[in-house]
């Protein structure tokens, strides 16, 4: 679920590192997966791997953090609609992948990842809220979460702009008593 963007040899590498990820989360199940699987299919070594991450789960969560950043960014100024439709647009096309990753063992370390990336944003937002930042994070990345997951699976058919807009009016919702 990355942009695919790659730029430098370190940066290839890391795209290396999660395609060959992704394949192998489509083909077994995430505690079946070894690190040394992933270096395998990436063909790098296995210093290479920890100059990069320190766990499949750390691989995990920095490939989610650019989509996932999107994502967060719905609560700050930054929040840029085109970006966040291209982001939806990419979720539908990738959800045989994003399926498998908001699903199961993943589903939490996704959860958390986006919970962190919202707290931090919130972090600078919010003035006293009556409930913490983390609480409201989670909550957020909860409704995130569920939402993509249930439109990925095919449960409800909606646009990318309707996804767009029900995420927007969650995320203004929750804070908006809180700013």
Not at 32 to 42: E, F, G, K, N, T
Not at 71 to 96: C, G, M, P, S
Not at 153 to 166: F, L, N, Q, W
Request: charged letters at 20%.
């Amino acid at each position: 679920m990355t942009d695919g963007v790659a730029s430098g040899p370190a940066q290839r590498t890391r795209s290396a590192l999660f395609n060959a990820f992704v394949e192998l989360v489509l083909e077994r199940r995430y505690q079946q997966l070894r690190v040394s699987d992933i270096i395998a299919r990436a063909r790098v070594g296995r210093s290479t791997f920890y100059e990069h991450y320190d766990s499949k789960d750390h691989l995990l969560r920095d490939g989610l953090a650019g989509p996932f950043g999107v994502l967060a960014n719905i609560v700050t100024d930054r929040h840029d609609d085109e970006r966040l439709k291209a982001t939806i647009l990419h979720f539908w096309q990738n959800r045989r992948v994003g399926n498998a990753l908001l699903a199961g063992p993943t589903r939490n370390l996704a959860f958390r990842t986006l919970a962190d990336l919202i707290e931090q944003r919130l972090a600078g937002r919010v003035q006293a809220p009556a409930v913490s930042t983390v609480l409201l994070a989670a909550q957020l990345a909860g409704g995130q979460i569920a939402l993509l997951s249930a439109w990925m699976a095919g449960r409800a058919p909606a646009s990318v702009d309707a996804i767009a807009d029900a995420l927007r009016r969650s995320a203004q919702a929750t804070t908006l008593s809180t700013t």
